[in-house]
């Protein structure tokens, strides 16, 4: 079966790091565009990176310079490392894979409060 | 960074055609710009209908049609049914694909 599954979420204090997982089945993420978008309570969808296959990276400005993500093709994983958290990037955080967007995780949930 | 908008709200009878737009701050949205729109329910993930201005998924059913109209990308609803009602969201390419934003999202009533 194709899907994604993520995982790290959590509480974290501001200022804290966390490193978001996303776990791949049926096909192989290094020769997927693979993506990270998250929703905050209340609010719309924001995209937050992307990396392509030739392992290319980009980032939303609001993350630039704090969030980096990566790959493990060995584990077939992609990573979010998330340093200097702020409350604003409380929020569900889903990987999604395709040029099309055509697959979802289901979310993990990152809040980041004192 | 662009700002993407989209209609706030919509209502559309159960039946009825609807199009919603996504416009961008830096002027006229064209194929270059890869538009997607997206599905999002209360507590589900993120559902894509339409990628690369008009291509849908095996799953998108054929009442949603995605195209480009009056310098926007517009997502038309044609025979609108109750479960449609959620959260329309478009992402746009910018910066030869180094950079995408999303709208605000609309939410859709079918009422």
């Known amino acids: 079966e194709v899907q994604l599954v993520e995982s790290g979420g959590g509480l974290i204090q501001p200022g804290g790091s966390l490193r978001l997982s996303c776990a791949a089945s049926?096909?192989?993420?290094?020769?997927?565009?693979m993506s990270w978008v998250r929703q905050a309570p209340g609010k719309g969808l924001e995209w937050v990176s992307l990396?392509?296959?030739?392992?290319?990276?980009y980032y939303a400005d609001s993350v630039k310079g704090r969030f980096t993500i990566s790959r493990d093709n060995s584990k077939n994983t992609l990573y979010l490392q998330m340093n200097s958290l702020r409350a604003e990037d409380t929020a569900v955080y889903y990987c999604?894979?395709?040029?099309?967007?055509?697959?979802w995780g289901q979310g993990t949930v990152v809040t980041v409060s004192s | 960074q662009a700002v993407v908008a989209q209609e706030p709200s919509l209502t559309v009878s159960p039946g009825g055609t609807v199009t919603l737009t996504c416009g961008s701050s830096t002027g006229a949205v064209t194929s270059g710009h890869y538009p997607y729109w997206f599905q999002l329910k209360p507590g589900q993930a993120p559902r894509t209908l339409i990628y690369d201005t008009s291509k849908k998924h095996s799953w998108t059913p054929a009442r949603f049609s995605g195209s480009l109209l009056g310098g926007k990308a517009a997502l038309t609803l044609s025979g609108a049914r109750p479960e449609d009602e959620a959260d329309y969201y478009c992402l746009l390419s910018y910066s030869g694909a180094r950079s995408w934003v999303f709208g605000g999202g609309t939410k859709l009533t079918v009422l």
């Open positions: 049926g096909f192989t993420v290094i020769s997927n565009y």
């Open positions: 999604a894979s395709g040029a099309a967007f055509d697959i």
């Open positions: 990396i392509y296959s030739d392992s290319s990276t």
